[in-house]
């Protein structure tokens, strides 16, 4: 139920940008406890007809604005990140994960390694709008209705290789992403978890293959 009405609370200020020429978009706004899926979308502007991707029970907001001042309105993932405690950041960008970005990790590439944004129901999409008219206490009202499509994103598995090295899906890594990492045709790429375990304390190393995996850049 609480989805739901995030939903419509939604879906009503979409159509209230869709209206609103002088606003641009709007920037995703979170909120205390967001999980780390949220967190590295935190501040990210958007296009007025652009989709709201969220999970069940995701608190966060669109804030209407211009592209200019979208970075005003919320926090930024690491600004997110370095508010919480060692025990939250564990918690919510599991313990290897919140220890690379303690170690210089880029939160995004952390969490998109991953998994990608999965949402409780496919997204509602706005494309444009059209005109209606109203017939109200004898006057006719010209108004404009959003015009939407639904958007039903993919999910990215984590995967546990025969060695124990937990990777991702080949196909979750973009051609040029594997050119920049050095990755050949076919190679995963090594996960937070397994980086740490294979530095056996080594800070260096562990540096060395956060870089060479682009979780450093």
Not at 28 to 42: D, K, N, V, W
Not at 142 to 162: F, H, N
Request: proline share 4%; glycine share 8%.
């Amino acid at each position: 139920m609480a989805t739901q009405l995030q939903d419509v609370a939604r879906s009503t200020m979409a159509t209230d940008i869709a209206t609103r020429p002088a606003i641009e978009g709007y920037a995703r706004q979170i909120t205390a406890g967001a999980c780390s899926r949220c967190a590295i979308l935190a501040g990210r502007f958007y296009r007025w007809n652009e989709g709201f991707d969220r999970h069940p029970n995701c608190n966060c907001e669109h804030i209407p604005t211009t592209r200019d001042a979208a970075g005003d309105v919320t926090t930024s993932p690491r600004e997110y990140f370095d508010s919480l405690d060692k025990a939250e950041q564990d918690r919510i960008f599991t313990k290897a994960g919140a220890e690379a970005i303690r170690m210089g990790a880029d939160p995004a590439q952390v969490v998109n390694a991953r998994s990608g944004m999965t949402t409780a129901q496919p997204t509602v999409k706005v494309i444009g709008q059209r005109e209606a008219h109203l017939d109200i206490a004898g006057q006719r009202i010209t108004t404009y209705e959003p015009i939407t499509e639904t958007v039903t994103p993919s999910r990215r598995r984590l995967i546990r290789d025969e060695g124990g090295l937990y990777t991702t899906e080949t196909g979750a890594l973009s051609r040029a992403s594997r050119q920049r990492m050095g990755l050949a045709e076919g190679e995963r790429r090594l996960m937070p978890e397994s980086i740490l375990e294979m530095s056996n304390g080594d800070r260096e190393q562990a540096l060395s293959l956060l870089q060479r995996y682009g979780y450093i850049r």
